[in-house]
């Protein structure tokens, strides 16, 4: 199995509210990733978990918040965000983070509109 | 910092003619350079990677890439485009100092003309 899920697939919230991005992957990966996609640009990462703990963060706002409960899996915890931060949510994971060589797998992503 | 350049952020093929996709990319030392595209709405997927086991990779759908260091490209290639083939490309470098961390060129859009 080489997929990675993510939920929701689309998610409009309001500039109040609290929601959260899943992703998960059940391939042993040790690293996993959040990257941002604005419309015709390419991915920019957001944050890098490498064995469950954060080993990157892109001077991401903080209303962006990133979790790695198990292995498996990765949120995204959105509060009070901005109608800029609409974008294209991409979640990846790699075998490992150490060496540059591993290919990243990614999800489909969740569609985020800010209203 | 590494990084790619593509050439082209928009580039057309007739359908069963080459398609030729250009990067470039900055680095004193060869570094790690992949493929990926990407499909309307849809995440990224690896069409090949360049890890310095051999210059000429072959990938998927048809798609290979040579590294020329001389040249400091990777460009990529299909004989025979199909209709299938259009999406958006990307190139990308990974982190010199050993993280996994992907720098991404700005894309391609690959148009396929019936």
């Known amino acids: 199995d080489t997929e990675v899920t993510q939920t929701p697939k689309h998610l409009v919230m309001g500039m109040t509210n609290k929601k959260s991005l899943k992703c998960e992957q059940h391939?042993?990966?040790?690293?996993m990733y959040w990257y941002k996609q604005k419309a015709k640009k390419p991915p920019e990462l957001m944050f890098v978990y490498s064995y469950e703990k954060l080993s990157i963060n892109e001077s991401v706002p903080s209303r962006f918040s990133p979790e790695c409960p198990n292995s498996s899996l990765l949120n995204l915890h959105l509060h009070a965000l901005q109608p800029e931060d609409s974008a294209l949510y991409l979640c990846?994971?790699?075998?490992?983070?150490?060496?540059?060589?591993?290919?990243?797998?990614f999800g489909p992503g969740t569609r985020l509109t800010v209203t | 910092a590494q990084s790619v350049t593509q050439l082209g952020s928009h580039v057309s093929a007739s359908e069963g003619a080459l398609v030729l996709l250009r990067c470039n990319y900055s680095?004193?030392?060869?570094?790690?350079l992949f493929w990926y595209v990407q499909y309307p709405n849809q995440g990224l997927q690896l069409l090949l990677k360049y890890t310095s086991a051999a210059t000429l990779v072959k990938g998927i759908n048809g798609f290979e890439a040579e590294f020329k260091k001389s040249e400091t490209s990777f460009h990529l290639t299909k004989p025979s485009a199909h209709m299938s083939d259009a999406a958006e490309y990307f190139c990308?470098?990974?982190?010199?100092?050993?993280?996994?961390?992907?720098?991404f060129g700005t894309g391609t859009r690959l148009t396929v003309i019936p």
């Open positions: 990846a994971s790699s075998q490992d983070w150490a060496g540059g060589q591993d290919e990243q797998y």
């Open positions: 680095s004193s030392v060869p570094p790690y």
């Open positions: 391939m042993g990966h040790r690293a």
């Open positions: 990308a470098v990974s982190d010199l100092t050993g993280a996994n961390n992907l720098f």
